[in-house]
């Protein structure tokens, strides 16, 4: 692989009604044998896969910065992420279980955890090959199968998964992928022997999942949009709050949904923390992903950009401040001069009815706006149609849980932002989806639950 900037990488065939059946039917098949091995079984071939994704790492992190523009910086912990995901849910699959409930006279109930059958995944092209993991980690722990349709600007990492769970042991075309765009997703959606849909991306597109889903009674886990707030106190660790706002805006290039993109600091120290805001983002490295002190790499494409571009002209025609940044960026090396790069950019002079600062602008776009009272900004922060993630920065610890209990939103953050272990469920409030993924709350979505009654003396009738 070589960095190809504004240039075709590969061409995949989209995949039709006939290949999408395959898919299925391929699936189903391996299902038959998958959901029957014990949950021990299960852990050590999934083991064998987070093996061997660690065992690669560099490898499979360089095909994801030229699948997406990330950095290879970044990249690397997206892999680290997706074996740690793989080898979490490995754990959990021996241990599944259901309760054995007392009735009286010595009869007694069971639950019986049941996997669901042939599950779809809807991946996005922020983050390929880890949403990918995080989607079939729990889905495959809980017994099912999973055919997987990647953003198709970003198609080539999760075949790599594919070949990586065959040679893991999974039974063939137990994790499936096919390609393509809104088309292929449609015929996932309404195929008969699909049981149920777990999509990553836009608020329209998973709109458009749910009506699918609901007229053939599928569970959904919708991971959607926001437009998280992060809040910064004045008795904040300044230097602390300045790297959690440039961590909460302008990884992978501000293209993530859970950015704390309207960054509300207290009115006290507004100046002084801009300042270094503003000064930190100038010295953000763009350039060439693969190289090793680049921290902001390429957008996703040249529609994106424009669309990231359109919203930064939108609001400094709303008054908005352009601070720094905003503008193209054209890399020294010639072979990059096609690149799809942008200066990370930071707005002041904000007001919360700017559409900057409303809409999901999914580009490396921080918009400050200040505040006085705690109350104030808890009202303000919660005044949006999202609610999947929110941040606080404060030394006094009662203020902080305070806030985040009042906080709308799935996945909170209190003196960092942006991490995402395993171990803890991910999704949002709502806008921003339902669901979760992540963490045990995740098998409740990839199974379920079966009761059975026995009775050990006679039936008691009516008749």
Known sequence: FKTCPGRVLCKLPCSGEKEVDLAVQSAKAAFKIWSQMSGMERCRVMLEAARIIREQREEIATMETINNGKSIFEARVDIDISWQCLEYYAGLAGSLAGEHIQLPGGSFGYTRREPLGVCVGIGA???????ACWK???????????????????????????????EAGVPKGLFNVVQGGAATGQLL???????????????????????????????????????????????????????????????????????????????????????????????IKIGDPLLEDTRMGALINRPH??????????????????????????????????????????????????????????????????FDTEEEVLERANATKFGLAGGVFTRDIQKAHRVVAALKAGMCFIN?????????PFGGYKASGFGRENGRAAIEYYSQLKTVCVEMGDVESAF
Request: glycine share 8%; net charge neutral.
């Open 189 to 283: 959606c309404q195929h008969p022997d699909v049981a149920k849909i777990s999509f990553t991306g836009s608020v329209p597109t998973g709109m458009k999942i749910m009506e699918m889903a609901a007229k053939g009674i599928k569970p959904v886990t919708l991971e959607l949009g926001g437009k998280s707030p992060l809040i910064i106190f004045s008795d904040a660790d300044l230097e602390n709050a300045v790297k959690g706002a440039l961590m909460a805006n302008f990884l992978t290039q501000g293209e993530v949904c859970c950015n704390g993109t309207r960054v509300f600091v207290e009115r006290k120290i507004l100046d002084t923390f801009t300042k270094e805001v503003v000064k930190r983002t100038q010295k």
């Open 136 to 166: 079939s980690g729990p889905a495959l722990a809980c017994g099912n199968a999973m055919v997987f349709k990647p953003s198709p600007f970003t198609p080539i990492s999760v075949v790599r998964l594919a070949e990586i769970f065959t």
């Open 416 to 424: 960092n932002y942006n991490v995402s272990p395993v171990e803890l």
């Open 305 to 370: 950009l424009n669309r990231v571009q359109g919203f930064i002209k939108q609001a400094k025609e709303q008054g908005a401040e352009v601070l720094c940044g905003g503008d193209l960026y054209v890399p020294d090396d010639p072979k990059l001069k096609n690149g799809y790069y942008m200066r990370p950019c930071v707005l002041g002079n904000c007001k919360d009815d700017m559409t900057c600062v409303k809409e999901e602008i999914f580009g490396p776009v921080m918009a400050i706006l200040p």
């Open 125 to 131: 092209w922020n983050y390929p090959f880890q949403i």
